[in-house]
């Protein structure tokens, strides 16, 4: 028997920028977090968006997305509960001319109290109805947390035309 091979080390660059979304979705009282992006923020200003961020060097997905929502939440949610809702590959971004990808995730359980962590950043953090999601959205015109509520755990391809 071949002795087993010695793991990869983690990709630390990358042309294309890996972030990672929450949906944190009450099931209860059929609401959901947004986050309205502020007005001098460098994409969407004024649009609604999920709690997001940029993966760190060699950072596993579901932690970016567990330490993205904490930081710009107070939510806190275990990384091994979160499940895979949508992915987002966009063929350029602001911060990102080689593209990015987003990979969205569901959670269903949390502790803490929704407040706005990065007042810089954002607006506003809000519990919104999930028949009353408002807009501007950013990534609205793919329909993504519509289809992340809908359980189409798709892929959405903006800019690639």
């Known amino acids: 028997m071949a002795p ?8 630390t660059r990358s042309m294309t920028l890996l972030a ?5 979705h009450d099931l209860a009282e059929r609401r959901v977090v947004l986050l309205q ?19 760190d060097p060699g950072e596993p997905v579901t932690l970016t997305a567990a330490r993205e929502l904490a930081e710009e939440t107070g939510l ?4 091994a509960e979160l499940r895979l809702a949508h992915v987002v590959h966009g063929a350029h971004g602001v911060e990102s001319p080689g593209g990015f990808v987003t990979v ?19 607006s506003r953090a809000e519990w919104v109805p999930v028949d009353a999601i408002p807009e501007p959205l ?8 519509h289809r992340c ?7 959405s391809l903006p800019g690639w035309g």
């Open 76 to 79: 806190v949610v275990d990384p």
């Open 20 to 24: 990672a979304a929450v949906l944190v």
């Open 104 to 122: 969205i995730f569901t959670a269903h359980r949390w502790s803490g109290t929704l407040d706005n962590r990065e007042p810089e950043k954002h």
């Open 138 to 145: 950013v990534f609205g015109e793919e329909r993504v947390i």
């Open 37 to 55: 992006r502020g007005p001098e923020a460098k994409f969407a200003p004024g649009h609604w968006d999920l709690p997001v961020g940029k993966s």
């Open 149 to 155: 509520l809908a359980g189409d755990p798709g892929v």
């Open 4 to 11: 087993p091979k010695a793991p990869l080390p983690p990709a």
